[in-house]
């Protein structure tokens, strides 16, 4: 792949995607949508104006957009929800993160498990796993703009970005004790995977990023009531944070997508409400300079000859995971969320959107 040529065609789609922003929301066409059409358009398959490589560099360049992406669209998320949001709704949230994420994983690993039959149900829970995180690079397009604030409560579209935000992360150590079950993992047991990847890289990770999250939005306070901090370095500002909780606990060897949304969450709990009114801005630039590579790069590698040979069997676990993967978990939960008891269609809303996106590409590829 010439990167050089794929960073060309990304910034003019930018460029063009942009001038054309309001038009492009008012026929409901997101930007992702757009840049994995082009990608395809460009792609080997079609034109073929960017070749193809080995599979290994492919992954390569997919594993690094991934994780900048959903680096960035995690502190758009933290930045973007109300600070006070798992204070006041902590029942519903907790059991839609944790009871949710199960029944998913459960549901999207038996929808494998009926259609290929070949697959072990080991192979099924890992393929479950990777496809149970709610993606907050979808989910933003969804739960953001002029039409979303029109039709969708507000209580609604934080709740969703929320939740999109936390098991992007805690997706992790379910996808982990897929590959423990299956044996990637070489000789590690399950206590290897309790103190290693649930203790040690998931839940420690979580509480030492909230401190460098807390810690980095009460310097930017300080620095802002000192009259330090200029307005054109807020977005470096909340950029660089998320970097640095992406880098600094991938060094650790803990999990970095958990690191950034928990750290960014408390990030944003310490800014101040002149500050969150200028992070409207910013978060829109985050989440638009990381959503159109990944994607784009996504559609240039499509394995579509793989896809055809499956038949008809690939339509129809793309048909059952959209209609069982979370519908029913969001309804079996219903009882157990206060915030939504008896609200049938928020439900039903909050169930159907819970999209697939670059979240199950980077566990995909990690796996």
Not at 68 to 96: G, V
Not at 153 to 164: D, G, I, W, Y
């Amino acid at each position: 792949m010439d990167l050089m040529l794929i960073i060309f065609f990304i910034c003019l789609l930018t460029i063009l995607s942009g001038a054309f922003y309001e038009k492009i929301q008012n026929i409901s066409v997101t930007e992702p949508l757009l840049a994995l059409l082009f990608g395809v358009l460009l792609g080997p398959d079609i034109l073929n104006i960017i070749k193809s490589t080995d599979s290994h560099s492919e992954f390569q360049v997919l594993e690094i957009a991934c994780q900048f992406t959903i680096a960035m669209a995690l502190m758009a998320t933290a930045l973007r929800i109300p600070t006070h949001i798992f204070r006041k709704n902590a029942t519903s949230l907790s059991n839609l993160v944790i009871f949710g994420m199960i029944f998913m994983w459960l549901l999207g690993s038996g929808v494998f498990y009926l259609l290929i039959p070949k697959f072990s149900i080991f192979e099924c829970l890992l393929l479950g796993a990777i496809v149970t995180p709610t993606d907050p690079v979808v989910a933003s397009t969804l739960v953001t703009g002029r039409k979303a604030e029109k039709y969708l409560p507000a209580k609604v579209r934080n709740t969703l970005s929320f939740e999109a935000g936390v098991n992007d992360g805690f997706a992790y150590p379910i996808v982990l004790l897929a590959l423990y079950l299956l044996g990637a993992e070489g000789d590690g047991d399950l206590s290897q995977w309790f103190t290693e990847v649930l203790l040690y890289e998931s839940i420690l990770c979580a509480i030492l990023a909230y401190a460098v999250g807390f810690s980095c939005g009460f310097l930017m306070k300080k620095g802002h009531k000192a009259g330090f901090l200029n307005t054109k370095t807020l977005l470096s500002f909340s950029i660089a944070v998320a970097l640095l909780l992406l880098g600094g606990f991938h060094l650790l060897k803990m999990n970095p997508i958990i690191a950034v949304f928990v750290g960014g969450f408390a990030f944003a709990k310490d800014i101040t409400a002149n500050e969150d009114l200028k992070e409207e801005r910013i978060q829109e630039t985050m989440e638009r300079l990381t959503t159109v590579p990944v994607f784009f790069i996504l559609g240039l590698i499509l394995p579509w000859q793989d896809w055809f040979s499956m038949g008809w069997t690939a339509v129809w676990i793309v048909v059952l995971i959209l209609l069982f993967r979370r519908l029913p978990a969001l309804l079996l939960l219903m009882p157990v969320m206060p915030q939504f008891r008896k609200k049938i269609y928020s439900v039903l809303i909050m169930g159907w959107f819970g999209p697939i996106g670059v979240a199950a590409l980077y566990y995909a590829v990690l796996a």
